[in-house]
């Protein structure tokens, strides 16, 4: 655990404990919240809600978050983890409890070497309770919310998934926000298929409909729904569900399979049309002369940074077929590869020298390339592989010889 907060001191103080969620949550919560001074009520839903896995979860209740750094208060705290959470924790499990959570603060950044080494001090010279009321009362003053983020990329992997509808009761995962700065609201919450603490006497249905994979943790076994369905879920799963689960993580990956092998012969299609296009150019090309670099600059939108490395990652897996494709023209096609050669050559080294990054330079060469063979726009992604391709070629291929080592172009070199 990279994070130090309540959700993972409660998962640690579960561990330790043996007892469930919401049990284990309301005594950590309640050693603040049942202050005359603080009176929140803690229920379920709010500890589920600081548990939860995804972006729906929630941070620590403000008036709890400040009763924690009150000096006041501290004492009263102290008293009732004495009584309520002490007893619970077997002198066999202490070190475990104590070391788990020195671990976890280490991990964290955010808490300093100081606390930690006080925590360290507390553990060594076994003051348990104040080893536990610092631990709490640190955690719930601070963040709860995962670092930073209102949705990590890997949860937009699970959530796109499922085509933004749960798939259980096909709710909508998440919509756009008409508050500002918060352009979506998520309800999703993301699931294990086969959940990690399945009731030994549903293992046998469960095992029937579909063996769990080798790793619980594993994306395979993960999945987005909607918060009512992770809760339902999670609290009473059931065999139907757990079915219907399964086949859509199934259909999934089936889709995306099928999306993949038409999205690659697509854009093969789509080098073959720009490369035929080349051969075709009667006489020489001429690039439009450089004129301004602010323009391009502002063409260049922060999504095109992605787009570009993915281009990079595109030229290496296209690399043998440009160039298969390239040795397929005849001699005239061959020597209009030379001309398109040079002139991206001149052109790139030009852009350079006026100090362009490399993606804006096959940015801009893409539009020319398009352009001057009147081709649409619509082959934008492939002809900027061509562009890279060329690009490339400028810096690893040895004048008049198209037999280059493709082993040698490593990805470094892109
Ligand atoms: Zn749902």
Not at 134 to 147: C, G, K, V
Not at 222 to 232: D, E, H, L, Q
Not at 292 to 311: F, G, H, Q, R, T
């Amino acid at each position: 655990m990279k994070e130090y907060n309540i959700s993972t001191l409660i998962a640690i103080t579960m561990d330790i404990t043996a007892e469930n969620q919401v049990k284990t949550g309301t005594v950590l919560l309640d050693a603040v919240a049942t202050h005359d001074s603080v009176r929140v009520n803690v229920d379920d839903k709010m500890i589920s809600l600081l548990m939860s896995e995804s972006s729906s979860r929630k941070d620590v209740h403000e008036a709890i978050k400040a009763g924690a750094l009150r000096p006041d208060i501290m004492p009263f705290a102290r008293q009732y983890l004495q009584d309520n959470l002490m007893p619970k924790i077997s002198p066999l499990r202490q070190d475990d409890f104590c070391t788990q959570i020195i671990e976890s603060m280490r991990a964290d950044k955010k808490v300093s070497d100081g606390f930690c080494n006080t925590m360290q001090n507390l553990y060594a010279n076994q003051q348990y309770l104040d080893f536990a009321t610092y631990a709490d009362l640190y955690a719930l003053s601070i963040t709860n919310l995962p670092s930073g983020v209102v949705t990590s990329p890997e949860d937009m992997i699970f959530l796109t998934q499922e085509s933004r509808r749960c798939p259980l009761d096909n709710a909508e995962l998440w919509k756009k926000s008409r508050k500002k700065g918060t352009p979506f609201i998520y309800t999703y919450q993301i699931i294990q298929i086969y959940p990690e603490d399945l009731p030994d006497e549903l293992k046998p249905v469960f095992n029937a409909i579909h063996l769990p994979p080798r790793s619980l943790d594993s994306d395979d076994n993960r999945i987005a729904v909607c918060s009512n369905c992770a809760k339902k879920y999670l609290d009473d799963p059931n065999p139907d569900d757990y079915r219907r689960l399964v086949e859509s993580k199934r259909a999934y990956k089936t889709k995306q399979a099928s999306e993949k092998i038409s999205a690659s012969s697509a854009i093969e299609d789509e080098i073959v049309m720009i490369i035929q296009a080349i051969a075709s150019i009667e006489g020489g090309t001429h690039l439009e002369p450089f004129t301004d670099v602010l323009k391009i600059k502002e063409k260049i939108l922060p999504e095109n940074n992605l787009l570009e490395e993915a281009v990079r990652n595109d030229v290496v897996r296209y690399y043998p077929f440009i160039e298969k494709q390239f040795s397929l023209l005849d001699d005239v096609g061959m020597s209009t590869f030379n001309v398109i050669r040079s002139e991206v050559t001149t052109c790139y080294e030009k852009y350079e020298r006026e100090g362009l990054e490399q993606s804006e330079i096959v940015y801009e060469l893409t539009e020319w390339l398009l352009t001057a063979n009147r081709l649409g726009r619509k082959l934008r992604i492939a002809a900027s592989i061509v562009i890279s391709f060329f690009i490339q070629n400028c810096a690893v291929f040895k004048p008049h010889n198209l037999n280059v080592d493709v082993a040698e172009l490593t990805e470094e070199s892109l």
